[in-house]
Antibody, heavy 118, light 108 residues
Framework: QMQLQESGPGLVKPSGTLSLTCAVS?????????WSWVRQPPGKGLEWIGQ???????SYNPSLKSRVTISVDKSKNQFSLKLTSMTAADTAVYYC???????????WGQGTLVTVSS | EIVMTQSPATLSVSPGERATVSCRAS??????LAWYQQKPGQAPRLLIY???TRATDIPARFSGSGSGTEFTLTISSLQSEDFAVYYCQQYNNWPPHTFGQGTKLEIK
């Protein structure tokens, strides 16, 4: 059974850069899936950040595109998120997830809370 | 960007009764609509994709219907474990994937 696990700092300073990694187990990241990041501010709804295909093709939310980079490391079976110029509005639980063209976001990590504060 | 609007924001239903959640798209998304369930402190869980296809291991009491701009999630007989927040998501026109704002299903 596939599992996804986010890791990274829980606290980021304003104007700083968030770096998160999602380790995938039980499935190859080279499979025919996209690998995604979704976030959820405390008490609010879900916002798609972006996703990457195993070939390296990326797709980003236009509202975040200027600040987001998603990359994949096939040798470690993991993918990563970088979000620059962080503000308090970026405080959220960040989830990694698998996206299938047919099956959508069918597997999720447990999520990691990232707080932006000095 | 396609805007997804759910109603109601909160739904109070008694166990054993039927619950219906609505989702409207700002433009047609064909049948490219998914539903998720989220419990406190947990990640979302895929329930329905293709507007009406249940995901793996999802009980038959969950059903989805609709196409175009109007969609419905129905839970035929509410169990205690069904009280949660439900989200719809369109994938007809992306980027971006867009979610509804959520419907909280609470015990009456």
């Amino acid at each position: 059974q596939m599992q996804l696990q986010e890791s990274g700092p829980g606290l980021v300073k304003p104007s700083g850069t968030l770096s998160l990694t999602c380790a995938v187990s039980g499935s190859s990241i080279s499979s025919t899936s996209w690998w995604s990041w979704v976030r959820q501010p405390p008490g609010k709804g879900l916002e798609w950040i972006g996703q990457i295909y195993q070939s390296g093709i990326t797709s980003y939310n236009p509202s975040l595109k200027s600040r987001v980079t998603i990359s994949v490391d096939k040798s470690k079976n993991q993918f990563s998120l970088k979000l620059t110029s962080m503000t308090a509005a970026d405080t959220a639980v960040y989830y990694c997830a698998r996206w299938g063209v047919t099956t959508q976001f069918d597997s999720w990590g447990q999520g990691t809370l990232v707080t932006v504060s000095s | 960007e396609i805007v997804m609007t759910q109603s109601p924001a909160t739904l109070s239903v008694s166990p054993g009764e039927r619950a219906t959640v609505s989702c409207r798209a700002s433009q047609s998304v064909s049948s490219n609509l998914a539903w998720y369930q989220q419990k406190p402190g947990q990640a979302p869980r895929l329930l329905i994709y293709g507007a009406s296809t249940r995901a793996t291991d999802i009980p038959a009491r969950f059903s989805g219907s609709g196409s175009g701009t109007e969609f419905t999630l129905t839970i035929s007989s509410l169990q205690s474990e069904d009280f949660a927040v439900y989200y719809c998501q369109q994938y007809n026109n992306w980027p971006p994937h867009t979610f509804g704002q959520g419907t909280k299903l609470e015990i009456k």
